[in-house]
């Protein structure tokens, strides 16, 4: 089970560090991934982390403004989120797929979190 904390209301600008605790199971073996969906849009790819969270990967509307990172003894991966904008309101979703692989494909993923709301105001 995947369980994402830490949204909320913020302003453009603004930081947030959004938490996926996985529990069940340890997923400290697997890359993951974090996704979001917009209202009246398709989810789409952020960030994701190989397992020992060296190798990460970005969209380029995360890259340089949202960092990925792990803490696999706490089984929980962060997205750090800074210089938020307007355009960053979504659903935030972590996900896995249960291996070491980084993937930027939604399809690719079997294993989802309920998701928390980012609203960045302007």
């Known amino acids: 089970q995947l369980v994402e904390s830490g949204g909320g209301l913020v302003q453009a600008g603004d930081s947030l560090r959004l938490s996926c605790a996985a529990s069940?199971?340890?997923?400290?073996?697997?890359?993951m991934g974090w996704f979001r969906q917009a209202p009246g849009k398709e989810r789409e790819f952020v960030a994701a982390?190989?397992?020992?969270?060296?190798?990460?990967a970005y969209s380029d509307s995360a890259k340089g403004r949202f960092t990925i990172s792990r803490d696999n003894a706490k089984n929980t991966v962060y997205l750090q989120m800074n210089s938020l904008k307007p355009e960053d309101t979504a659903v935030y979703y972590c996900?896995?797929?249960?291996?070491?692989?980084?993937?930027?494909?939604?399809?690719?993923?079997?294993?989802w979190g309920q998701g928390t709301q980012v609203t960045v105001s302007s």
């Open positions: 982390i190989s397992w020992s969270g060296i190798i990460t």
């Open positions: 069940g199971r340890t997923f400290s073996n697997y890359a």
């Open positions: 996900a896995t797929d249960l291996t070491e692989v980084i993937k930027r494909a939604q399809d690719d993923y079997d294993y």
